[in-house]
């Protein structure tokens, strides 16, 4: 599939949800059709075939969603979404400027955001790309108070971040200095891209949020933006993935190193 298909199928699963219930194939395509303005022919019941990825149902000659089945997490298991913004790209040069994550367990849904003092003044492109300033930070807490306040929130949780191993290479060492071995299950969401885009050139979070149709990111570079579009296109290909077999987050993802 084109990354083109990719977001005509987020349409029909954005239309459904909606609607709230099956549709028949012919009048979903149809409708599909004549919101893009596309011409109307037989064609159009083989395009939505070829639209219809690991999230939708067919029940006879109607479609529906399997989130309608299953939720995302699964009932009694617990998903930690969570960003960092730092000051540069090296976890032993450059320190952590921002922290947020959100968990979800049993259909609650936690937030965690702070700013974080890095010990060092940001340098000017990174305030630019992200909007936080050496006066944004200067009163905040250090990283060790900010990750001992997150702690109790990644307790048996699946870990989701994109770019994972960029995250994990500035936490890892810091909660290691506060005696906690970060060994949770790990979904990189570029991992997931991977096999549930496999037409998607590119599996940056831009990428992604564009394949899905998400519009303009709203708090781009920002912490908890990232952490809530991340969140968004994880449920998407979650359901890509498991295609009408619910299965435990965890075990779609890889252990911490």
């Known amino acids: 599939m ?53 999230r939708f149902e067919r029940v006879a000659a109607e479609v529906g969603l399997w989130e309608w089945k299953y939720s995302f997490p699964a009932p009694g298991e617990a998903v930690v979404v969570l960003d960092v913004e730092t000051t540069g790209l090296s976890p032993e040069n450059s320190e952590i400027i921002e922290l947020a994550l959100i968990r979800l367990e049993n259909g609650q849904l936690t937030v965690f955001e702070r700013l974080v003092n890095p010990g060092m003044p940001i340098p000017p492109f990174i305030s630019r790309l992200t909007g936080i300033r050496n006066q944004d930070v200067r009163g905040a807490a250090d990283i060790y108070t900010v990750l001992g306040e997150a702690l109790p929130l990644l307790d048996n949780a699946t870990l989701i971040i994109q770019n994972a191993g960029f995250d994990l290479g500035f936490l890892q060492p810091r909660l290691r200095r506060l005696g906690y071995r970060l ?20 599996r940056g979070l831009d990428a992604l949020a564009w394949a899905f ?45």
């Open 2 to 54: 084109s990354p083109t298909h990719y977001r005509l199928s987020t349409r029909l699963a954005r239309h459904l949800r909606s609607v709230g219930r099956h549709l028949p194939e012919r009048s979903l395509a149809e409708q599909l059709l004549a919101a893009q303005g596309l011409p109307k022919g037989s064609w159009a019941s083989d395009l939505l075939k070829s639209l219809l990825d690991g």
């Open 213 to 257: 149709d998400l519009g303009p990111i709203a708090g781009r570079h920002r912490a908890l933006g990232d952490v809530e579009t991340t969140l968004q296109v994880a449920r998407e290909m979650y359901y890509m993935l498991t295609a009408g077999h619910p299965t435990p987050t965890s075990q779609l993802a890889n252990k911490a190193r």
């Open 183 to 202: 060994d949770n299950p790990v979904v990189d969401t570029i991992d997931w891209a991977r096999k549930a885009l496999p037409g998607l050139p590119k």
